[in-house]
């Protein structure tokens, strides 16, 4: 994930690779510090800002470890990677796309689709995918301890 | 006075007498009227904001509206204002006053920002006005807010409204002068008083504003009452103790928190949060949602355009409210992770009491609301 591939930043309005069908297939999802209090995660860091364009930016698990996402992040102050799988992403009613990004180069970068959502939608699939990546805990650094408030 | 000048008000007057751009002297009053009656509420709201009883020193100095030209159409004087480090306050008081204007003609309670006795100062402008004239302050997308005879006669019948008697008074203290045995208070409605205190009430006074943050004040006091606004003045306190739906150990971090990003320049920057009079605005409203309301300390953090984001778990609801600083509209969202029902609500004019207890009401659907407790000097 590149340092613009998470909520505050700018993604293309359309996805630039086809739709993972994977459904084993790990998307990482780097945590900002801000959205975190006293290690509680908000569901923001689960949804597109408005600049994103309503595509919030994940890594490929096969193509990024966590600590190489995180560390593709160091702009926006990271405090941990969590992990979705497309599965989970699905069953929020979320459909996750290819989006390689070549400046800087991030083959792993990819997006999951939040377009033509109300507010309410949105609010719903965050919240769920916050819920889901509860289950699985923060994925880096290892050993720290994130407070999914489930 | 070195600032530049900016453009402040354009009201735009309207009748026979002002038809060819005609302003004629006479109804200037009206206008050195309007002038006043801003600088009265920016006091006012500055007072509020500083959380003190005395203006800033330089302030009165600093205030000045100057007259430019008669714009075309309807006659439309251009009043233009010095600018200065307080040019945002006085922007907020001008609001304030046209919302008054507004509320007055719907027969609404006044906004909390308006001192009540202004009012005879608000009626001075309408005196100049015969027949069907109209002075227009605010015109559409915004509140209309226009000046007509009517708006004099009700605000004349208002002012007979409020009688004196002895009534419980529940209010944040925001500021005491010990010297004059003055308290300053916030109501729940949002409108800030001032009354006097006896020195036997020195030391609950004294508690009352050291807690300020996180009790209230319920008192018995020598008030005055209107039919349309409830409490609209307190002459003197007379007994009262210190009550609190929350503690010092829940909203001092919530405070502190909120805080943080203020003093952010990157998350200032980062997410448009507002200027300073919005920051008190925010404090106020999640304060008083745990004080007076007992909502549980949220998780806070900054959203997207200058908002504030609150989230609550509670009994497997995935709880959340969003603030908008800037237009004071709050969005509620709850879902339940294990049954899937969700919900949500929107509440414009968030910072009206009413609408913090219709938000309080829904958020206690899902979470547990504290019960009110006395807190003993």
């Not at chain 1, 939608?121 to 720290?144: I, V």
Request: aromatic share 6%.
């Amino acid at each position: 994930m590149s340092d613009d591939a998470t909520p505050g930043s700018s993604s293309s309005a359309v996805p630039r690779g086809a739709e993972i069908t994977d459904a084993e297939r790990l998307l990482l999802r780097v945590l900002r510090e801000i959205w975190c209090e006293m290690g509680a995660v908000s569901a923001q860091n689960f949804r597109p800002a408005g600049q994103d364009q309503d595509l919030m930016s994940v890594d490929r698990g096969d193509k990024s470890s966590p600590a190489e996402s995180f560390d593709r992040s160091v702009a926006l102050r990271p405090v941990g990677v969590a992990g979705l799988t497309v599965a989970e992403v699905r069953g929020a009613s979320l459909k996750a796309f290819d989006d390689p990004e070549d400046a800087p180069p991030n083959p792993a970068h990819a997006v999951v689709d939040f377009r033509n959502l109300k507010r309410k939608e949105q609010e719903r699939r965050s919240k769920l995918l916050r819920a889901r990546a509860a289950q699985r805990g923060c994925l880096h650094p290892s050993g720290f301890v994130l407070q999914f408030p489930c | 006075m070195s600032g530049d000048l900016l453009e402040f008000a354009k009201p735009r007057f309207d009748g026979d007498r002002f038809e060819g751009h005609l302003l004629p002297l006479e109804v200037l009053p009206a206008l050195n009227a309007y002038g006043d009656l801003v600088l009265e509420v920016a006091r006012r709201v500055v007072t509020d904001q500083e959380g003190s009883i005395k203006v800033p020193k330089g302030f009165n100095q600093a205030f000045e509206l100057s007259l430019k030209t008669i714009g075309p159409g309807s006659a439309i004087p251009e009043i233009l204002l010095r600018d200065s480090e307080w040019s945002s306050l006085v922007q907020q008081a001008r609001e304030i006053v046209s919302d008054t204007i507004a509320a007055v003609n719907a027969g609404e309670e006044l906004p909390g920002g308006f001192p009540l006795e202004s009012l005879s100062q608000l009626e001075k402008i309408g005196k100049v006005l015969k027949g069907s004239e109209t002075i227009t302050f605010r015109s559409p997308p915004k509140r209309p807010s226009i000046y007509s005879l009517e708006t004099l006669e009700t605000l004349r019948q208002r002012q007979k409204k409020p009688t004196q008697k002895v009534t419980q008074v529940y209010a944040g203290v925001f500021g005491v002068d010990f010297d004059k045995k003055s308290i300053g208070m916030r109501l729940s409605s949002g409108r800030a008083v001032r009354g006097r205190f006896e020195p036997a009430l020195e030391n609950l006074v004294n508690i009352a504003v050291a807690r300020r943050t996180w009790t209230r004040l319920r008192a018995e006091a020598e008030a005055l009452v209107d039919s349309v606004d409830g409490v609209v003045g307190v002459t003197e306190i007379l007994s009262g103790r210190t009550v609190s739906c929350s503690s010092h150990e829940l909203v001092g971090p919530m405070l502190d928190r909120l805080n943080s990003f203020f003093e952010s320049d990157a998350v200032r920057t980062e997410f448009g949060l507002p200027a300073r009079g919005q920051r008190s605005w925010g404090e106020r409203f999640l304060g008083g949602l745990m004080v007076e309301n007992g909502v549980p300390k949220p998780h806070l953090y900054p959203a997207e355009n200058g908002s504030l984001r609150c989230e609550w778990m509670h009994n497997g609801w995935d709880v959340s409210m969003e603030v908008s600083l800037a237009e004071e509209k709050a969005y509620l969202h709850a879902l339940s992770l294990s049954t899937n029902e969700e919900s949500d609500h929107e509440v414009g004019s968030a910072g009206v009491a009413a609408s913090r207890a219709e938000i309080a009401a829904w958020l206690g659907k899902y979470l547990v609301l504290a019960p009110e407790r006395e807190f003993a000097p």
